[in-house]
């Protein structure tokens, strides 16, 4: 973010004062389509949309998809937005034969934390277990957590990547493919965060290295892995939207990108805040190349 910043000031130095930077002629696509699962539904406190199946699918404005488009559309340029919250792989690969779907020149995806139930047994388990159990079995329960879910990261593979497939080639000729940009997820916690920057909304696994919140951490960044992998292995974009999440992870000193107040409307634990889902548009914005800053 700090080199995005400082690359805007470099250009708007050389357009010169009161030059505004031109985005619009950056455009990436003429049509996008944008599958994936809650976190790219963008499920969270900002409004809804109101198309068909929008509220059924939370699919929010301040969602990455509809923020990336809202930069970087043309006139002209259509958008499908088909991700759903809740969907596995299986059915993210379904969004792509939805009706829908149409020809897209850039397609959006991320898949694979639903795949077992890995982000809902991660909070349940290593974060929300922490306030009904004894230390021991929590640490037991989050232990045992984490090494099925390594274990079903390593299954995940084949699955992802012929959704890549389905992805760069539905609706076209054969031979051609489309250009499809692959996210993975964030790591929750800065590890060596202070205490007192931690929120005392949610309990808190223990930090420091080795310790769960460590564990958790290196369990989104196994699953990273392996979406990268597959995203290579197909000529896919991959987003590494993680790196943008730095200085704003649960217990770091700067603003929170993860909803963590339960009592906040609509809030969705474990998953960015509308500031963490530009950061996510920024990070597919990069992986294509597109310059300029989409903060305000
Ligand atoms: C994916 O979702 C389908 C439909 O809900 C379910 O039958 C399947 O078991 C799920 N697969 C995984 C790996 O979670
Ligand atoms: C912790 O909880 C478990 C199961 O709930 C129980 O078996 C165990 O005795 C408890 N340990 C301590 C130290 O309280
Ligand atoms: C992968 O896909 C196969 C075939 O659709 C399915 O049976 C299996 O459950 C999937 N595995 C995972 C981990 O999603
Ligand atoms: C984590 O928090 C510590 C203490 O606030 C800070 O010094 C460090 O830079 C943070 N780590 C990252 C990767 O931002
Ligand atoms: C942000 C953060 O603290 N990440 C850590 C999570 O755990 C891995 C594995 O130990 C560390 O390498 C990261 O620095």
């Known amino acids: 973010m700090l080199t995005n910043s ?17 985005r619009r002629g950056n455009a990436a696509f003429t049509s996008y389509t944008a599958l994936g699962d809650s976190y790219a539904s963008g499920n969270g406190p900002t409004p809804l949309l109101k198309g068909p199946g929008d509220a059924a699918c939370h699919r929010t404005q301040g969602s990455y998809p509809y923020q990336f488009n809202l930069k970087y559309r043309t006139r002209s340029s ?15 690969t379904e969004q792509v034969f939805d009706r829908h779907f149409g020809h897209p020149d850039l397609v959006t995806l991320d898949a694979g934390g639903n795949d077992g139930n ?8 290593c974060i929300a277990a922490e306030a009904v159990l004894n230390a021991t079995a929590y640490e037991a329960l989050c232990n045992a957590w984490i090494v099925q879910a390594s274990a ?9 990547s012929a959704l ?10 054969r031979h051609q493919k489309r250009k499809v940009v692959v996210t993975g997820y964030a790591q929750p916690f800065n590890i060596s965060g202070l205490p007192s920057d931690c929120p005392t909304t949610i309990p808190i696994p223990p930090l420091g290295p080795g310790n769960l919140a460590d564990r958790v951490n290196l369990s989104v960044l196994a699953l990273n892995a392996v979406i990268e992998a597959a995203a290579y292995e197909n000529g896919a974009l991959y987003a590494d939207i993680d790196a943008a999440f730095d200085g ?15 009592s906040a409307p609509n809030a969705a634990l474990a998953h960015p805040t509308a500031d963490g889902y530009l950061a996510v548009a920024e990070a597919v914005a990069r992986a294509l190349g597109l310059v300029g800053e989409l903060a305000s």
Do not use: M, W
């Open 6 to 22: 400082i690359l805007t000031f470099i250009l708007l130095a050389a357009a010169g004062e009161g030059t505004a930077i031109e």
């Open 152 to 160: 079903l990261e390593q299954t995940l593979k084949p699955n992802i």
């Open 78 to 92: 259509t958008f499908q937005f088909l991700a759903c919250t809740a969907t596995n792989t299986t059915e993210i």
């Open 248 to 262: 704003h992870r649960v217990c770091d000193a700067g603003e929170d990108f993860f909803q963590t107040d339960s």
């Open 164 to 173: 890549i497939k389905k992805a760069q080639t539905h609706n076209l000729l």
């Open 118 to 125: 890995f982000i809902s047994n991660s909070l349940a388990n």
